[in-house]
């Protein structure tokens, strides 16, 4: 296995990796979280443009920049995803759309769950567990379904019924508790570290945003090593988009890019937390804030990996915009109407901001920009309720309709 | 383009292809459904196992034995899709299942909605009808969104509201009328028809199976052309069993597989009129019967493709299995939980088949069997809904759960 350390975001501190070993000891679990880092002088050697990796290859085809080995019978499944390629769409010359939506449990999260199954069983682990109320939860019980190890989800007792289901189905051990999302997540903590479990919460495990990390390396390699001006990707924990500006940083340290994309995180209006810490400058702090916001994935009030996120985006140069609810809803029916892709609330949120930063000037209709669209609308059918009250017809209506001149129905 | 015939399954007159031309003329539209027919002695010559096909390519690089040309900007991450391996699985040394769930809109029903998007831009429509209440409807006008085609949905006014919204999401024309799926069909055909509109309706348009028949090609090609040696897969209108035995049939004459797998007829208990039919033995005749599944995909009193499909299947050796609501939602629970596959319950009638032949005989543990999962599991989340009555917790229950001794949650 290629070799690596661990490093704090906060202090700097390095650490060897060691089972058990989630975030810095002088930190503390959110202000310290570590992030990992290989001899990518050494790996420049060995890894070039001609003959590393191909377009829809797997997650696999990186294992010579990732901290696990694979072992599962659906690894080679994983990550793969399209990079759509548009032109003239939203009022830009050259869009392209990586959509996740198109995986094993239908989101990103599926990268970094791969990650977790497999480092759990590297280690020896026989149970694995989370906190969640969506994505992540059914990332993890289905992508752990078919190993051997023993799977706990912690969810908010009022989770929605879709949701629950997909997590009986996979057989996950699931414990509803009457509490906060906030709550539940760090009673997951307590329990599952005090029983030996591996952990797969977002931003408390770094070896997660290594799986996150390779949706951007397929950017890059897809596009056939062509750098996009901007990349833009929702924001929610802060996970997500903490990955995407490693995964573009680590091929310019390999020598793959001559740039880096500046990446640009949308937010929704009802939930900046991340933006707000970004914006109150260094030395970034978490806070808490009350959100409210339909694109759920990233209705995050108590974002877990803020530190990281911030500081990853300002190396990058980046910046964050937040979009309304509304902006969101009707970026969903644009994005599907033009394209055929048909994302989650969370993942429209992209297309939001891009229309607001072509509006105000800050994107030109000549850059060069990748959405990423993390999850799929099948996930959250409900957000997009109001769009089903449209006109019925009885069948000579109907046939009416047709006779002569086209109607617009 | 690749040269190719249209020939009548139920009188054997042969056609040349011609704009417009769906179905046998003397025969009308269901017994006289066509197939495409090609020279296959002169592809031969030119396809091979070692350099003609990849593990992870598209629909796009079967085109040689596909009767059109790609043009749009999604047709590449069309097909491709995972063919998982497992071991010991079901009582089965060596199972494969074909997911179609990971697909653009989530169904298999794909593969032939790009063949009719690309035909009917290469002969020149402007419009694109169907009649679907489901699949077919959201991959057409998912499918169809980014190109210049005018999209027209004919669904019954009652359609569930989750699927209505993602048509009117990929900006559909949708036309929801007051009557049953069986006249809302025939509705479609006769204004589709009469308006010059390129038609997608399953079962009438013979382009649409030669799409679906990439899913056998890939099984085999992602398989390393070891041949399992039997194909299970669910049937509603016929198509797509019939397109599977196709698939394989014409990787035999092309000497690329030395045998053909039995396919296998996964049908519901209360909506098994394809295997009526076929076993009221020859000549078929199509009848309607009243049906009533939770298996919404291949709910069909009406089978269209249903002459097509018994004579594809006479020759081929296969045979029909019925299974019970009971037992195709228990099998999305055993599918998702064993694998990780989230199957909508169409998907998990053909694991259900499985459990049944090999229960009585019909199939042994050491026989290679592959399942074609034909939808995502998120298409019908509602199925599932006894699943949700869980036992929820305190937070005090909740820590107590997991004091000393594990318990069973």
Known sequence: MVEYYLECITCGKKYKAEKGLYWCKDCGSIMGTLQIIYDYESLKKTIDRDSSFSERDSIVQFEELLPVRFSTDIDKFIGGTPLYKFKNKFGIENIMIKFDGISM???????????????????????????????????LALLSASTLLDTYIFVPSKIPRGKLVQLVAAGARIVPIESSYDQVFDISLDIGLKNNWYCRNSAVNPYLLEGKKTGAYEIIVQNNYEVPDYCIVAVGDGTVISSICKGFSEFYKLGLIEKIPKVLGAQAEGAATVKHVFENGKPYKPIIEDVDTVADSISVGNPRDVVKACTFMEKNGGYFTTVSDEEIIHAIGEMASETGIFSEPAGAATLACLKKLLSNGKIKSCDKVCLIVTGNGLKDVDALGELSNIRKYTVEEAYKLFEGVKYEV
Chains 1, 2 share one sequence.
């Open 105 to 139: 449990s239908g989101s990103y999260k599926d990268r970094a769950s791969i990650i977790a199954v497999n480092k759990a069983l590297e280690e020896g682990y026989d149970t694995i567990f989370c906190a969640s109320t969506g994505n992540a939860a059914s990332s």
